[in-house]
C-alpha cells in the first residue's frame, strides 16, 4: 500500500512564494555582547540628544523671534498713533468718530484691529460707508460717507 501514501517531497521542492523564500534564509540570532549592547545604546543615545537639541534650538528660536518683534514693532515709539485723519461728508463729529472706533493717539499703529474698528464706525446710524487705512509709521486714515436722510423729525420744542 505504499502506492496510496502521499511521499513528502519538501526537500527539494521550490518554494511557492517570496516570503516563504525569505524566510527560509533568515537567521534567527541574538547577539549577547556588551559592546553591540552599548553601541546600540550609545546610538540611541546620541539620536535622543540631537532630537533635544533640535527642539531646544527651535524653542529657542521661537522666543527669540517674538521677542525680537515685540521690542522693534510694539514698543517702537515711532509707530505710536500721532495723527487720525477723519474724512467726513456730513454731520458725524471727529470725538463722535474716535469714542466709537475706540482709538486715541498714542496706540501703537500695529495692535489697532481695522476691521473690528470699521465696523464699530459702521454701526453709528449716520454712517454709510467707511474706510480706515493705516499710513506708515505713525498714521491711520479714516473717511467715512454718510447716509442721506430721507426725512426730518423735529419736536414741537425744536421749531420754535
Known sequence: MSFCQK????????LSNV???RQQHLLDVKVRSRRATQHRIRSAMGVL?????????????YAGARETVKRLVFE?????????????DGTLQREQV?????LHEGANIFSVNLARMRDRIQQLPQADEVEIVRKLPSEIGIRIVERKPVAWITSERERR
Open 98 to 102: 474716535l469714542k466709537a472706533a475706540d
Open 76 to 88: 517702537n515709539p515711532d509707530y505710536h498713533v500721532q495723527t487720525i485723519e477723519l474724512q467726513t
Open 19 to 21: 516570503r516563504q523564500r
Open 49 to 61: 540628544w540631537k532630537l533635544a537639541l533640535f527642539v531646544i534650538l527651535c524653542v529657542a528660536g
Open 7 to 14: 511521499t513528502s517531497r519538501t526537500r527539494n521542492r521550490r
